[in-house]
């Protein structure tokens, strides 16, 4: 199994711009889960999903939307990118109930100029 | 709200010098009690998840503790590959709740 994939593993994008940050993931997990990860703050769930059709809001959704369209694939797309935007994203995954420990991605670092 | 404080922020250690990371964390119920390695430039990688106060997991060098207020990351006879960032996160036990909060690390490093 590759685990969880992220594409691409970098990025630089300009103010307002928009883009798609992949994930797939091919564990058939149901749950998936998309963070940021700044200097010096923990990572900060954006949004999830308990399963292909279904998603919901994290701490810090502005500025992100989701869709969840199969079980593998999880992208997360910014509209108008803003400056705040620049991080390191991560993708994670679970295994269905009764296991909640979350596998994560390699992450896609993105500059906002 | 939850909050996890990881301390210290940093932590350097000789070759075989063993230590512990330390996570205290608030939390309304806990789920679950989560540690992750995450290498420069990597995503966080799994450890160990802990439930229950009294609860150990060990795995090579690495033994992590819980109580009703903290965890203890131990670290015995590191090695220089043990260098990394450790991460803790906890997850309440809310209906439907699926956020971790984590703690913002402490970065090990082991000197040969």
């Known amino acids: 199994n590759a685990g969880v994939t992220q594409t691409p593993k970098f990025r630089i994008l300009k103010i307002g711009q928009s883009m798609t940050l992949q994930c797939t993931q091919d564990?058939?997990?149901?749950?998936m889960y998309w963070y940021r990860q700044d200097p010096g703050m923990g990572l900060k769930l954006i949004y999830y999903?308990?399963?292909?059709?279904?998603?919901d809001k994290g701490e810090v959704p502005n500025g992100y939307n989701v869709s969840r369209s199969t079980t593998e694939d999880f992208p997360l797309r910014l509209e108008l990118a803003a400056p705040s935007q620049t991080s390191v994203y991560f993708c994670?995954?679970?295994?269905?109930?009764?296991?909640?420990?979350?596998?994560f991605g390699p992450g896609t670092r993105l500059t906002v100029t | 709200e939850d909050q996890v404080t990881q301390s210290p922020e940093a932590l350097r250690l000789q070759e075989g010098e063993s230590s512990s990371l330390n996570c205290s964390y608030t939390?309304?119920?806990?789920?679950?009690l989560f540690w992750y390695r995450q290498d420069p430039g990597k995503g966080p990688e799994f450890l160990f998840t802990l439930y229950s106060a009294g609860e150990e997991k060990e795995k090579e060098r690495l033994k992590a503790t819980l109580t009703k207020k903290e965890s203890f990351l131990h670290i015995t006879a590191p090695k220089p590959e043990d260098s990394a960032t450790y991460l803790c996160a906890v997850q309440a036990i809310n209906f439907g709740n699926e956020k971790l909060t984590f703690g913002t690390g402490t970065r090990l490093t082991i000197i040969p």
């Open positions: 564990m058939n997990h149901n749950y």
């Open positions: 939390v309304s119920g806990l789920r679950g």
């Open positions: 999903s308990v399963g292909a059709g279904i998603t």
């Open positions: 994670a995954s679970r295994k269905n109930r009764g296991r909640y420990e979350q596998y």
